[in-house]
């Protein structure tokens, strides 16, 4: 194709598709990183400003472990949170989100804008303690990604143990986060679960009227209940794919609705897959690639394909977290069966096979 066919190609597509964006007024709506002015709150919400007022008044922190499904709002709730908080009260709101800053050490330079390399990780808590005058509240988002190097999650006990106040809100896709958390952490810290439940058809409908009056000319109520129905039908209620399929439809990227679904849920699960840890992902291709759907046969897999590449794999107890936290972000389903006279999991994949296996192949031949 010469240069000119390229530039025609480049003109028509451009103006294909500023003609479909006419109904957009606001980009910005679509970003996952949106937080509206006034968010549609989840109930739960109530009892993290309780928490939040009362440590404003006393000082004294009750810690928090926050966990719910992908896309059930947690993090958009604290987000929006940090703002009324920082305008409303003395305290100072620290956020990390634990995928990108997978250690102790990492998380405190992290907060502090900071490189810090050869130093301790005593010297830098002791930085951190002396920057942080006011009462303070520490966010840590998807800590059930911290590295397994730090098991431990030295982070929570050091600032649960901190004569200064400090107040900690961990938040998980993964219900095993608590019990993953060793007996002198979780004795110190004393975390009270917050459970976000996945959105139901009526409130999904409320977050896209709300995306749709901030960042729409126009909308048809009757797509805002078709999406929040096949959102709630045929995911976990994952608030994102509603909005990107939302995003799709008045975009004209699909003949209909629904074929807009699959392709947001199908791109939103390339993203989980990309975004997984190489342990994880670890685990996943086993469980794509294995002849057996029964747990303890992937796990033997997965142990394979770690001594394979010389290294150390997780404990069955840890596989097993990690099983958990995949269920947790649609990407598999644990299924109980009986064999004999006890049961067995078996790890049911949601998605396409092949789409672990090639995104493994890719990552792991590199």
Not at 39 to 50: G, H, M, N, Q, Y
Not at 106 to 121: C, D, N, T, V, Y
Not at 164 to 172: A, D, E, G, I, K
Not at 183 to 211: C, E, G, M, W
């Amino acid at each position: 194709m010469s240069t000119v066919d390229f530039e025609s190609y480049f003109k028509h597509q451009r103006e294909r598709i500023e003609e479909e964006a006419k109904l957009i007024k606001d980009f910005s709506v679509f970003s996952f990183h949106y937080v509206p002015d006034e968010p549609v709150l989840r109930p739960e919400a109530t009892l993290l400003i309780d928490e939040l007022a009362n440590f404003n008044l006393s000082g004294i922190p009750t810690h928090l472990a926050i966990v719910g499904s992908r896309g059930s709002g947690k993090t958009l709730t604290v987000k929006y949170l940090e703002r009324v908080v920082q305008r409303e009260s003395d305290l100072e709101i620290l956020y990390a989100n634990c995928r990108h800053h997978d250690t102790s050490f990492k998380i405190f330079a992290h907060l502090l804008g900071i490189h810090a390399r050869g130093a301790s990780m005593s010297e830098v808590f002791e930085r951190f303690c002396a920057r942080c005058r006011r009462k303070t509240v520490v966010v840590l988002d998807e800590v059930d990604l911290m590295s397994p190097k730090d098991r431990r999650r030295e982070i929570l006990y050091l600032l649960s143990r901190a004569a200064q106040p400090f107040m900690v809100m961990m938040l998980s896709n993964s219900p095993q986060v608590l019990k993953e958390l060793d007996a002198a952490t979780r004795s110190s810290l004393q975390p009270v679960p917050v459970h976000f439940k996945n959105y139901n058809a009526d409130q999904i409908r409320d977050i896209l009227r709300d995306r749709a009056q901030r960042g729409l000319h126009r909308w048809e109520e009757a797509d805002l209940s078709e999406i929040a129905a096949l959102t709630t039908k045929f995911s976990n209620a994952d608030a994102r794919l509603a909005i990107k399929t939302l995003q799709y439809h008045v975009t004209g990227r699909a003949k209909d609705l629904r074929a807009c679904f699959e392709r947001a849920r199908r791109d939103l699960v390339v993203d989980l897959v990309c975004d997984l840890s190489d342990s994880t992902l670890a685990i996943l291709w086993a469980a794509a690639t294995n002849d057996s759907d029964f747990a303890r046969s992937i796990y033997e897999r997965y142990c394979a394909h770690c001594r394979q590449r010389h290294e150390k794999p997780f404990s069955y107890v840890h596989f097993h977290s990690n099983l958990s936290y995949l269920q947790s972000a649609g990407l598999v389903a644990l299924v109980s069966t009986k064999q004999g006279r006890t049961y067995a999991n078996r790890v049911l994949l949601t998605f396409d096979r092949n789409m672990a296996r090639e995104i493994a192949g890719l990552r792991f031949e590199a």
